[in-house]
């Protein structure tokens, strides 16, 4: 029911390591996906999209990594910094619709 | 500036009414969107609009409308239909074509007492 997922996953990180952010998509048609931050309060933000027809993109400080074989998607990010501290959601989509699709998220909180 | 405004930030109400969220959009795109957002959860889908005068229901559109009579503005009302409002609502928008992102705006914490 609309009760389920209340509680975010989280993922803790030193400052200056690198984070791994995962998402397993639901949707073998999916072709198009898109990772977005949101710090607390705001609306999401735009980070890196990647299409499947790729496997690997990189942003500055940002790698996404997709494996359509297993419908996973992942998220790097190099040298994690405190304004990296937010709720990361990956979508999915399918070109031709208008509509995406968007995971639970992963809180990102980072230790000193 | 280019952007998606939604206003205002924090809205209180009593149960029972009906409250009407903005969204407005300067940045020409073609569809815009409504999401509820609950603690700990990810964004629902309430409904969208590819065009003017037309819109399409979500994953979650009872006890909710929209109208859109301009490509700028695209206004959600919650009615007194829905059965917990207590939410945040967030709009966006995205340009006509299938691998553009969604532009989000600030949102609106509704507080139904």
């Known amino acids: 029911g609309e009760s389920v997922g209340l509680h975010l996953p989280t993922l803790s990180v030193q400052e200056g390591d690198n984070s791994i952010i995962n998402c397993a998509y639901s949707?073998?048609?999916?072709?198009?996906f898109i990772w977005y931050k949101q710090e607390s309060g705001k609306g999401p933000q735009f980070i890196i999209d990647?299409?499947?027809?790729?496997d690997k993109r990189q942003g500055q400080r940002v790698t996404v990594l997709l494996n359509k074989t297993v419908k996973h998607l992942s998220l790097q990010i190099a040298a994690t910094q405190p304004g990296d501290s937010a709720v990361y959601f990956c979508a999915e989509g399918i070109q031709g619709a208008q509509k995406l699709v968007f995971g639970q998220g992963t809180r990102l909180t980072i230790n000193p | 500036d280019g952007g998606i405004t939604q206003s205002p930030k924090y809205l209180f109400r009593k149960e029972g009414q009906n409250v009407t969220l903005s969204c407005e959009q300067n940045?020409?795109?073609?569809?815009m969107y409504w999401y509820r957002q609950d603690p700990g959860q990810g964004l629902r889908l309430i409904y969208y609009s590819q065009i003017v005068n037309d819109f399409q229901k979500g994953d979650i559109a009872e006890g909710y409308s929209v109208s859109r009579e301009k490509k700028e503005s695209f206004p959600l009302t919650v009615t007194s239909a829905q059965k917990n409002p207590t939410a945040f609502y967030l709009c966006?928008?995205?340009?006509?074509?299938?691998?553009?992102?969604?532009?989000f705006g600030p949102g609106t914490r509704l507080t139904v007492l």
């Open positions: 966006a928008s995205k340009s006509y074509g299938s691998y553009n992102e969604q532009f």
């Open positions: 949707n073998s048609a999916s072709d198009y």
């Open positions: 940045l020409n795109h073609d569809a």
């Open positions: 990647i299409r499947s027809n790729m």
